[in-house]
C-alpha cells in the first residue's frame, strides 16, 4: 500500500513540473520590479521553476532572465517578447523563447504565461 502511495506521489510530482531537462536543478533570477517582471516571475513559478530576486554566492546554479521587445522595422511588422535565460556563470544561453505580440497578448500575464510556455515546449 505504500509502494502505491509513494509511486502516485511521484508521478503528481513529475506530472505538475513543467520544467524541461535541461533547465531542472536551476534557479531563475528576475532582478526587474516591473509589471511584465513580476509576471514573468509568476508565470515561471507555475510552470514549476525555482524564482529569486538576486544572484547569490555559492548557490546552485543559476540563470538570469533577460527580457525584451523587439520589431523589425517597416510598417505593419509585428512586435515580439523575447527571453533568454543565461547561465550566470557561464554567460551560455541555456533557454530560450518567444511570442508574436497581438490582441490575445493585450496584458503582461497573457504575455508572461505564453512566453514561459515556449521556453517550457519540449
Known amino acids: 500500500?505504500?509502494?502505491?502511495?509513494?509511486?502516485?506521489?511521484?508521478?503528481?510530482?513529475?506530472?505538475?513540473?513543467r520544467v524541461p531537462q535541461s533547465l531542472?536543478?536551476?534557479?531563475?533570477?528576475?532582478?526587474?520590479?516591473?509589471?511584465?517582471?513580476?509576471e514573468l516571475a509568476r508565470a515561471m513559478r507555475e510552470f514549476g521553476f525555482h524564482v529569486r530576486q538576486q544572484v547569490r554566492g555559492g548557490s546552485r546554479p543559476t540563470a538570469a532572465l533577460i527580457h525584451f521587445t523587439f520589431s523589425d522595422p517597416g510598417p505593419d511588422q509585428a512586435a515580439w517578447l523575447n527571453l533568454r535565460l543565461a547561465d550566470t556563470r557561464s554567460g551560455a544561453i541555456v533557454g530560450v523563447g518567444a511570442?508574436?505580440?497581438?490582441s490575445t497578448m493585450a496584458t503582461a500575464r497573457a504575455r508572461a504565461t505564453a512566453a514561459v510556455q515556449t521556453i517550457s515546449a519540449p
Open 99 to 102: 511570442v508574436q505580440l497581438d
Open 1 to 17: 500500500m505504500k509502494r502505491v502511495v509513494v509511486l502516485a506521489l511521484l508521478g503528481l510530482a513529475c506530472a505538475t513540473s
Open 24 to 38: 531542472r536543478g536551476y534557479d531563475i533570477v528576475i532582478e526587474g520590479s516591473d509589471e511584465q517582471s513580476r
